[in-house]
């Protein structure tokens, strides 16, 4: 753990890169076209680093997460997507499910531990 | 405040206090659980929620706190994850401008900081039936209850994560991957979605086991390039 001046520094730093894009928005709108292929790439990019970032984070988690079973984590996400599906698409349903079972899951695990 | 942008103002606010705040309130509430694993304070977790305002971006920073990559890796992964803000506020913008009374830059530029995946999509589908003038306040009204809530369930988060059993804070602990994870599998309704959510988490698990620290910035670059010509060849020859 980096010490809290560093944090905040970084904090800051990572508000103000997110800011970039959101400043940039304002600054060019009416004057670029947000369907071109530049826009499309990133797109891309931001969704795929999102889906790598949970991806990472219920495969191979740090923190509390990492005490929990990777089988549990992903039957978890299952069960979660299924019940908002059932529940046609309603997220709470999903998270309550998915929550559910993997808190029951690690239940019966610690039974047998 | 003349009494029609107060109405919009609080229509705004009003729409939000539903089911967008609550959605928003359990992606923070897992936000403020985690944060607090990581070893944030209070302040640092509503900091992070005030100055990012990107959940996405927020959770790649603990990430890669976690991970201890590097400092450069860190801002730019970041500022990656928020890239889909340019588009939207190249968007929504042109929406409020103009009108009667002239708004001026800054109070744009401000007003960019409130945009977020939520705001922006509702925002979008609101704004053909009202006026610029009620649209302006309608977007502030809904982003304040949508940054108020976030703020509140992210605190409540954090302060819970110490006073659950150990095993419902492990169920806490998952709620926010729970509910990215739910929201993009669910959305993925497009050819280029789903390839850069595969290829996204492809590339991200590959270079997990090689590179920890670059895997998120990997996943975005490699997976969303190959996501994105997938995609144009796709176009192409359809």
């Known amino acids: 753990m980096r010490d809290a001046a560093d944090l905040w520094l970084l904090l800051l730093a990572c508000g103000a890169a997110t800011y970039l894009w959101r400043g940039l928005g304002v600054l060019l709108s009416g004057r670029l076209n947000p369907h071109s292929a530049m826009f499309e790439w990133v797109s891309c990019v931001a969704y795929a680093l999102v889906a790598g970032l949970i991806a990472r984070i219920i495969v191979a988690p740090s923190g509390l997460l990492a005490q929990t079973a990777l089988v549990d984590r992903l039957f978890a996400c299952a069960v979660a997507f299924i019940a908002y599906r059932i529940a046609r698409r309603n997220m709470f349903v999903g998270l309550v499910c998915g929550v559910a079972f993997f808190v029951g899951a690690a239940y019966v695990r610690s039974l047998f531990l | 405040m003349n009494p029609q942008s107060g109405r919009a103002f609080r229509t705004g606010a009003h729409e939000a206090l539903g089911v967008p705040a609550a959605v928003l309130g359990a992606g923070f509430l897992g936000y403020g659980s985690l944060a607090a694993d990581a070893g944030y304070s209070v302040w640092l977790t509503l900091a992070a929620t005030l100055a990012i305002w990107a959940l996405p971006g927020q959770l790649v920073l603990l990430e890669m706190q976690a991970g201890e990559a ?130 996204g988490a492809a590339t991200a698990l590959a270079l997990h086991a090689v590179a920890p620290a670059w895997s998120l910035l990997g996943a975005g670059f490699i997976g969303g390039t190959a996501a994105w010509l997938l995609q144009r060849n796709h176009a192409r020859r359809g």
Do not use: K, N
């Open chain 2, 70 to 199: 590097a400092i450069a890796a860190t801002v730019l992964a970041v500022s990656l994850s928020a890239a889909r803000f340019f588009p939207m506020t190249l968007t929504l913008l042109p929406l409020m401008r103009g009108g009667g009374r002239g708004r001026r830059l800054w109070q744009f530029l401000l007003a960019a900081q409130l945009v977020s995946m939520t705001t922006w999509a509702v925002a979008m589908r609101r704004f053909s039936d009202m006026d610029i003038e009620s649209r302006w306040h309608y977007f502030l009204g809904f982003s304040a209850v949508c940054v108020g809530s976030a703020a509140v369930f992210a605190l409540v988060g954090q302060l819970l994560i110490g006073a659950l059993p150990p095993l419902a804070r492990f169920g806490l602990a998952l709620l926010t991957p729970l509910y990215f994870f739910v929201t993009l599998v669910g959305e993925a309704q497009t050819r280029s979605s789903i390839t850069a959510l595969v290829c």
